[in-house]
């Protein structure tokens, strides 16, 4: 496995309660050749049959596929696919103990899945009854005596009756009150019943219907998803585009993604595992980006796939591995900078930083010499409103993500993470780096981190900058 990648093997095991419509998925494979004398329909012929976990409870077994401890609470029927269905959830380790079980027909869709993967019928046994008041009491009642235990609280929409406008705000407002981010896939256009979510995430559908705006283009797509983001007071909209990607609106500039190249066989459950793995990144300590980043890959893996199933890490690191986005290959941030220290017990860390706003050759010459010190360079990257700060309100040219990628691309480079602060001394601690490295026009007492790096037997290595190569330079340049 490339070695760049590593960080996706630390992904810790946490609790997370999902809490939604859960659906019982039935596929009858077979063939069509023929059709009915009785009428011009065509003749299915059933050669086999699969039951797999769809709604919110496909979003849990992505969240076990994804290594996470999960819990569920939902509502079935006391029917023979209800009982089915919690089986199958206590099968893949899924806590049951939130489930309830009332008078109600389970929901089940059935697929007729003939030759080719060609669905041609779908079957639906439904029952859409709002959850009672009473009903809604017991059920906030019981969670907020288990609350404490989960890390994330993940809300799955089918408008299926379960999660009525006083059950989800009641469950947000729980949520909010002990700090515990909660976020949504979305359904329902009653705009209200998502306040105070911490993210929301509509497709351009949702989205339209939820704020009456047009999502035609880019720019409309982020006026809509501000105004989404307003009204319910949530911290972040990410609105999944199909074709086109995702586009994440909150802290800072908007991020589009785009889709990953995978050959589409069937799109089923694909909202489902985008949602999965962005929480388990998110509860893992990686940013949004980052998150939405791997989130949009786990989506194309997915649809490469027929029918709902689930996504696996390995899977997400074999698409890492044949793709040559660099940056999701090298770009770390969270819990992975924690851990990286650990991960290299036995490898010389050198340790760089600055803004890299336009990369020059002055740039690459100071990094490969960097690299040479030892046998891994990490570089600290000044984000976008750090870049700011130090360098006036016209910089960065560059974005933050897009000078990740460019530095994630030199192959002399391991890894590149992005600190907020002016100055990377908390990042240098969590590093914990052997070689200090920082251009000649420094001197020794003015670089921050190197007590904490001597202190540990580490050393500085002034580099000298490239005579006349610099970011100022070019702009200056271009100016005139």
């Known amino acids: 496995m490339n070695c760049k990648m590593s960080y996706l093997n630390n992904i810790e095991k946490m609790n997370i309660l999902v809490i939604g419509d859960v659906m019982l998925d039935t596929y009858y494979n077979g063939d069509v050749s023929r059709i009915s004398p009785e009428a011009p329909v065509p003749v299915f012929r059933k050669r086999s049959e699969r039951c ?31 009982n ?6 206590e099968n893949q380790q899924i806590n049951t103990e939130l489930i309830v079980t009332l008078e109600r027909n389970t929901t089940v ?19 859409t009854e709002e959850l009672s008041s009473k009903d809604c009491k017991m059920l906030l009642s019981t969670l907020e005596g288990t609350i404490d235990n989960f890390d994330l609280i993940l809300l799955s929409d089918y408008l299926k009756g379960f999660l009525t406008y006083e059950f989800t705000q009641g469950v947000l407002q729980l949520a909010k009150s002990k700090n515990i981010p909660a976020i949504i896939d979305v359904k329902d256009p009653q705009i209200n019943k998502y306040h105070d979510a911490f993210l929301l995430k509509p497709n351009l559908k949702e989205l339209r219907e939820l704020t009456g705006e047009q999502v035609s283009n880019d720019e409309e797509i982020v006026k809509a998803s501000e105004k989404l983001r307003d009204i319910c007071d949530c911290k972040y909209v990410l609105t999944t585009c199909g074709a086109r990607g995702m586009v994440l609106v909150g802290d800072g500039e908007p991020y589009f993604i785009n889709s990953v190249g995978q050959e589409v066989f069937d799109v ?8 999965a793995y962005l929480a388990a990144c998110m509860v893992n300590g990686f940013s949004m980006k980052k998150s939405v980043d791997i989130a949009n890959y786990a989506a194309g893996i997915q649809v490469s796939k027929v029918g709902t199933s689930s996504v696996y890490w390995h899977e997400i690191r074999e698409c ?13 941030s969270g819990q992975a900078v924690e851990k990286i220290r650990d991960i290299n017990k036995d490898k010389k860390i050198v340790f760089t930083n600055g803004c890299f706003d336009i990369l020059h050759s002055g740039h690459i010459r100071y990094l490969q010499e960097a ?37 994630c691309a030199l192959g002399f480079v391991d890894y590149v993470v992005i600190f907020e602060e002016d100055t990377p001394l908390e990042l240098i601690k969590k590093i914990q780096p052997d ?26 290595v002034l580099i000298p900058f490239v005579e006349g190569k610099s970011t100022t330079n070019i702009i200056e340049k271009i100016k005139h």
């Open 52 to 82: 797999v976990l769809g709604g919110a409870a496909n979003v849990a077994a992505n969240l076990v596929a994804a290594n996470q401890n999960v819990y569920m609470m939902t509502i079935v029927g006391n029917d023979e696919n209800g």
């Open 435 to 460: 070689v200090l490295v920082k251009g000649g026009d420094y001197s020794n007492e003015y670089v921050i981190g190197t007590k904490e790096v001597e202190e540990r037997g580490g050393r500085l």
């Open 320 to 332: 890492l591995a044949d793709n040559a986005d660099g940056i999701m290959h090298k770009y770390i």
């Open 84 to 89: 089915k269905l919690i089986k199958m959830f």
């Open 371 to 407: 690299a040479k010190l030892g046998d891994i360079l990490i570089m600290g990257l000044n984000s976008d409103a750090s870049v700011k700060r130090l360098k006036g309100p016209e910089r960065p040219v560059n974005n933050e993500m897009d000078r990740a990628e460019l530095l």
């Open 268 to 275: 089923t459950g694909a909202g489902d595992t985008t949602i």
């Open 109 to 127: 869709k059935t697929r007729f899945v003939a030759t080719n993967n060609q669905q041609v019928l779908r079957l639906d046994v439904e029952d």
